[in-house]
């Protein structure tokens, strides 16, 4: 491995300076070690860096050329070129102190089209990757394989309709994952970039949804006979790139999961701005995944309202973020999961500085969300409010009606017992204000 100090050269490791800092190169909130709710901030957060926006995005967009230039892109051979953006990576990483990192296998590496010879370069980083963090104790949350970038995938992966198609994804799934249990990685996330349709006049969605199940089953399978003990997750999405995802938001996934048998081993990684494509807040998508039991992990970002696609920008929403912590720390945390910074710095941000910015922003406004969310679940009324409000289901006729023991007609005799009820206020302007004060 070179040295450590190589690509961000000039930034010190950011340190924890509290409040009354104005250093930019510092966290005011993020002080790992504070504990909260019985955990330190490190422990609740789990935040990792996503290898392909932070050294795979170059900048480029569909108007113009990359803008983000790495000297390591000037190196020949990609095995070579790939150990030096991972020198890069972890030494970004290091400095920052983030504990994890997630990656698709062609984020590691350059891919070819020769299957064998794809197998062996991620092999020679997967070694690589692992002195890496052996020396810096960095962790893998979670790996997965690339499934839409390559033109083999225009019409889908794992429901593409010429199985050949098919057959591929499933031999780099089988290397993705290879690597994700070489690494100890703690989990494995199921993207479907193309797995939906461009039009439903060329597409037999039952059969493709059942070819995506069937894959799902043999995936998890291989890996569990190959001693992965993490989860798996799906990442739901609407749409982009394709019109529309079957795996679209998180109740469109859970049923799927059901239907084919597989929520014991699969839970969901819900992503920001994936939910505010499909019509949903953020807070929305992780109530349906924690009421299920489901709430794996998250890709945080944020999008631009107005703007109707994934913009992946770094998060820097506190009252969207506490509310959101709200939910996660009421579900007792991820299940194996963390938070995987899914967002890119934009085209013109340019300087070495810049990535550091955006992350230290994305975890102090994370870290300020948890104290404030965990001071309002402490401190405040909040929980009593909520639960005040379904009082009338605590006993008596209500209760009953949980049970299931009252039928129609019974409700139609209390009803007209009790006469006309009275109104009771859902007083959300009070706990929009609420929320607003512990920020
Ligand atoms: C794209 C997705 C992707 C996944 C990993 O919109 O968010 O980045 O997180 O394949
Ligand atoms: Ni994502
Ligand atoms: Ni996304």
């Not at 999405?237 to 109740?251: G, L, N, R, V």
């Not at 009593?384 to 129609?408: C, H, M, Q, V, W």
């Amino acid at each position: 491995m070179s040295n450590s100090s190589q690509y961000f050269k000039g930034i010190e490791k950011i340190k924890f300076e509290g409040i009354q800092s104005d250093n930019p190169l510092a966290y005011r909130w993020y002080d790992e070690q504070r504990v909260v709710a019985g955990k330190t901030l490190k422990e609740h957060l789990r935040f990792a860096c996503a290898y392909w926006h932070s050294f795979c995005g170059n900048g480029g967009d569909p108007f113009g050329e990359p803008t983000h230039l790495f000297s390591w892109n000037e190196i020949a051979d990609p095995v070579d070129r790939a150990k030096a953006k991972m020198d890069a990576a972890f030494e970004f990483m290091s400095k920052l102190g983030l504990p994890f990192y997630c990656f698709h296998d062609v984020d590691v590496v350059d891919y070819g089209n020769d299957v064998a010879e794809n197998e062996r370069r991620l092999q020679a980083l997967t070694a690589y990757a692992k002195q890496h963090q052996d020396a810096s104790g960095i962790q893998l949350l979670w790996g997965t394989a690339n499934l839409f970038s390559h033109r083999r995938y225009m019409n889908g992966a794992a429901t593409n309709p010429d199985f050949a198609v098919l057959a591929h994804a499933g031999a780099q799934v089988k290397a993705a994952m290879d690597a994700t249990i070489a690494l100890g990685g703690q989990n494995y996330v199921f993207w479907g970039g193309r797995e939906g349709y461009m039009s439903l006049l060329n597409t037999n969605m039952k059969r493709e949804q059942e070819h995506l199940a069937r894959f799902l089953q043999v995936s998890r399978d291989y890996a569990r006979s190959n001693g992965f003990k993490g989860k798996f997750f799906i990442e739901p999405k609407p749409c982009e790139p394709t019109k529309h995802q079957y795996d679209y938001d998180s109740a469109t996934v859970i049923g799927f999961l059901r239907q084919h048998g597989l929520l014991e081993d699969f839970s969901l990684n819900i992503e920001v701005n994936h939910a505010t494509l499909a019509g949903h807040t953020f807070q929305h998508e992780l109530q349906v995944a924690a009421d299920a039991g489901l709430l794996g992990s998250i890709d945080a970002n944020r999008g631009d309202y107005q703007n109707g696609w994934d913009t992946d920008q770094f998060p820097n929403n506190i009252n969207e973020l506490t509310e959101a912590m709200l939910i996660i720390l009421e579900a007792g945390g991820f299940k194996g999961g963390g938070i995987n910074f899914d967002a890119k710095i934009r085209r013109n941000s340019t300087d070495p500085q810049d990535l550091f910015h955006a992350h230290i922003g994305g975890m102090d406004t994370f870290a300020r969300a948890l104290i404030a969310a965990d001071a309002i679940l402490q401190q405040s009324d909040y929980k009593t409010i909520r639960s005040n409000r379904y009082a009338s289901f605590d006993n008596g006729n209500g209760k009953a009606f949980e049970a299931g023991t009252l039928k129609l007609e019974d409700l139609r005799n209390i009803a007209a017992a009790a006469g006309e009820p009275a109104v009771a206020s859902g007083r959300q302007e009070y706990l929009e204000n609420l929320v607003n004060r512990f920020i």
